[in-house]
């Protein structure tokens, strides 16, 4: 029975197995990690390829950021009528 309304069945929620936290961690530690290059090549290196580097490593993150957030507000709402 559910609680709220008898005659409606309640949803049965999807099978999610749950990943291991291990590996939830290797991209973030990576772009973690090219931010510290990309700005500690900013920093140390002021001409040449230390620039085009700098500029590139810190883009990446950046890029990859404004993608993540692009894919989770175009995903379509959940059934709780939100964006999940």
Known sequence: MNAVSPNMPVPSSPD???RPSVAVWP???A???LTIFGLLSALLGQHGIWLALSW???SIPLIVTVACL???WCR???V???QS
């Open 70 to 72: 692009i894919r989770a």
């Open 31 to 33: 772009l973690g990690l």
């Open 76 to 78: 379509t709402p959940s």
């Open 56 to 58: 590139a490593a810190l």
């Open 80 to 82: 709780k009528g939100g």
């Open 16 to 18: 999610v197995t749950p």
């Open 27 to 29: 991209w973030p530690i």
